[in-house]
């Protein structure tokens, strides 16, 4: 190799960079937002009910069909086998719960892990915080030998929480060639479908089933469960949430482009860049939005207005801009007609908030953390005073 070809290959790499994806502000396109409460035949909706039989199911189809692909909802059988469990986990102030949760459908089967702390000493069933886990499987370690701030599970518990986790893989894995086999097995004819769901549908999926468990655990309080993710994760958390609202609060950290982030913005990580990275996270229809934002039927501020009147929590990190923290606040922003309908009113700043400065009284919360595309103790210390406002006022 010549000694000026390492140059040229830097050289084509910024260079592509620069092609791809933009980071100034002043080269994000104008664009319109599609309204929130504006019909796809025009009419502008002004009342809850209105939005919950016209609006609210038409926008959750066109995200269905565009992006995320269809959410089977039937099932032959579910059971749930308790596979380990320790009384006096956490020097005492826990009990462990292991649990496989099988879902049966036409002669197939699933098996999600879930793991689960709930604080000891408490006579009610309490909330709790259930993270899909899109790290390693040490992140959720049951021993808590190995322990991460991607999930403190001590800490959460220390604060009157449960606390839960599970796998995305078990549900779908994480890779082009093969997120087939999980939840798809039982699902087949989604994969031959344009709309069919890939793995953020079948992580999303596999978060509902972990409710349905919930439902069923004494322990817990169903009706107060947040879920929690991160990145891809918080992609998912955002679409599990919008189809699912059983889900009490519903936390997006660090989610960018196809999560929180406005798509027509281009800003960081766009439309094309995912598709073309990850091609087995959204239906095939979304690949034709490649290059073409404004053609969308919908932007994600509306996914975020699927979660009304529940609360909200959306955060960005000051030096992930691949993720596009301004593009997540506008979003965030631009959901709130939906929250309106509800009489619910976020108390949003007009401006992005500075760095380190969360929103967490207020129906629609934020921060932008100080630094790298994380999921870190700062975020979760913001999530649970955000619950104990939501679920006690203070
Ligand atoms: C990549 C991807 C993002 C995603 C992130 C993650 O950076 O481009 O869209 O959010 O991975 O899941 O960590």
């Known amino acids: 190799m010549s000694k000026t070809m390492p140059f040229l290959f830097i050289l084509l790499f910024l260079f592509n960079k620069a092609m791809t994806q933009n980071y100034d502000e002043s080269k994000v396109p104008d664009y319109t937002l599609p309204e929130v409460l504006k019909t796809e035949s025009g009419n502008v909706v002004n009342n809850k009910s209105a939005w919950e039989k016209v609006r609210r199911p038409e926008l959750l189809t066109l995200f269905a069909e565009n992006i995320y692909g269809q959410m089977p909802k039937d099932f032959d059988s579910i059971r749930f086998t308790i596979t380990n469990e320790v009384a006096d986990a956490m020097d005492g102030r826990a009990q462990l719960k292991q649990v496989t949760i099988s879902v049966w459908r036409m002669g197939k089967s699933v098996d999600i892990h879930l793991v689960l702390f709930t604080p000891n000493n408490r006579k009610k069933p309490v909330p709790a915080f259930l993270l899909i886990n899109n790290r390693e499987d040490s992140t959720m370690d049951a021993t808590r030998k190995i322990k991460s701030e991607f999930w403190p599970a001590e800490m959460v518990i220390d604060s009157g929480y449960a606390i839960a986790a599970f796998q995305v893989a078990d549900a779908a894995p994480d890779d082009k060639d093969t997120y087939q086999n999980g939840v798809l097995q039982l699902y087949p004819k989604q994969l031959q479908a344009d709309n069919g769901m890939k793995a953020i549908g079948a992580w999303a999926w596999a978060a509902s089933r972990v409710m349905d468990y919930f439902e069923k655990d004494k322990a817990i309080d169903a009706k107060k469960v947040a879920l929690v993710g991160h990145s891809r994760g918080g992609k998912t958390a955002l679409w599990a949430g919008a189809n699912d609202r059983r889900f009490a609060i519903v936390i997006s950290n660090c989610s960018g482009n196809s999560g929180a982030a406005l798509s027509r913005r281009k800003f960081g990580e766009t439309i094309k860049l995912i598709n073309n990275q990850f091609p087995h996270w959204f239906n095939d229809n979304y690949k034709k939005f490649n290059d073409k934002e404004d053609a969308l039927p919908v932007d994600q501020h ?26 997540m606040y506008l979003s965030l922003w631009n959901a709130q007609p939906a929250y309106g309908l509800y009489g619910k009113h976020a108390a949003l700043p007009t ?34 005073q ?6 006690y006022g203070k």
């Open 386 to 391: 955000f619950a104990n406002y939501q679920y």
């Open 351 to 384: 401006e992005m908030p500075a760095v380190n400065s969360p929103i967490i009284h207020s129906v629609l919360g934020y921060h932008e953390r100080e630094g790298i595309h994380d999921l870190t103790k700062y975020d979760w210390n913001n999530f649970i």
């Open 302 to 327: 509306e996914l975020l207005a699927l979660i009304a009147p529940r609360p909200l929590y959306v955060t960005s990190a000051s030096e992930d801009l691949w993720a596009d923290p301004k593009g």
